[in-house]
């Protein structure tokens, strides 16, 4: 039994039904944000495109070079990236034209991210110091401008206040990943702990979280019962950041760091103010 429930958490993760299900939980936080109703086009695709982009990005290289039979869990990983690449391309084409545009620039990006340009340019990935920032550009595109588009809301300074906060926390959680995998991490790559070291670099995550805290209260129609809701969010994170160490494990990140945003939505579904309850 116990081997059971560990071959489905691994799927869970390594196949990644959970960060597909963080980026889902952002897309809801932007329907709450700016008062839209739940767009099930929108939500799939998210999904949907993240679980593909991240298992692509994970094992296409494993699944070109090959040379032993795929394990079961392989297998799995394949066939559920080839549902949700069909399931992305139906729902691409139900989106409104604007919104089209924004998601064929995130495809652009990703596969410059993934597949290296030429034998002689690498791929955007691995180069130096730049990987965090691509990630998080992409995280904040999906999760509101991608739902802001397709509901033809004009970018407003609004918009780019609530992109800002959504950059700033998809920064800190990836931080807190560079941490716990600085022992994996190539020395090319110089990410933020690689840089700053590990102490230096805590201390500007929690700095970050007082500028991701402020600004809600900069958002057209705040509402004050989310500075609470905030004020959980960054305790929580601040508690993974304090925590973080290269000697933890991979699920410390993959489950409990990337359960952040589902939880940030978690707390307004349980207020009964979540869109998708509407």
Not at 25 to 39: E, G, I, K, N, R
Not at 150 to 176: E, M, S, Y
Not at 249 to 264: D, G, H, M, N, R
Request: a positive charge; one cysteine or more; aromatic letters at 14%.
């Amino acid at each position: 039994m116990d081997l059971l429930k560990n071959r489905i958490v691994a799927l869970y993760l390594n196949g990644s039904i959970h960060v597909s299900l963080a980026v889902f939980a952002l897309v809801q936080m932007t329907f709450y944000f700016c008062h839209l109703p739940f767009d099930a086009v929108v939500s799939v695709l998210a999904f949907s495109g993240t679980l593909f982009s991240y298992n692509f990005i994970k094992y296409a290289e494993v699944v070109y070079r090959h040379k032993n039979p795929f394990t079961l869990r392989l297998k799995v990983i394949i066939a559920m990236s080839l549902v949700a690449l069909v399931v992305g391309v139906v729902s691409f084409f139900l989106l409104n034209l604007k919104a089209q545009l924004v998601t064929i620039g995130l495809l652009v990006l990703a596969v410059l991210y993934a597949i290296p340009v030429s034998s002689n340019v690498s791929n955007l990935r691995n180069l130096a110091g730049l990987k965090v920032y691509i990630v998080c550009l992409c995280w904040a595109t999906v999760t509101l401008i991608v739902p802001v588009m397709n509901a033809d809301i004009p970018i407003t300074w609004d918009i780019v206040i609530k992109f800002t906060q959504r950059f700033i926390l998809v920064f800190i959680l990836i931080g807190i990943f560079e941490v716990v995998d600085l022992q994996y991490d190539d020395k090319y790559l110089k990410t933020l702990p690689q840089m700053l070291g590990i102490t230096n670099t805590k201390y500007l995550l929690a700095l970050l979280l007082i500028p991701f805290y402020v600004i809600e209260f900069f958002k057209l129609g705040y509402q004050p019962i989310q500075a609470w809701n905030n004020l959980l969010i960054v305790l929580l994170t601040l508690g993974f950041i304090y925590y973080a160490s290269p000697r933890r494990s991979k699920f410390y990140t993959l489950f409990w760091v990337e359960s952040v945003p589902i939880v940030w939505w978690l707390i307004v579904v349980i207020q009964g103010n979540a869109s998708i309850l509407d």
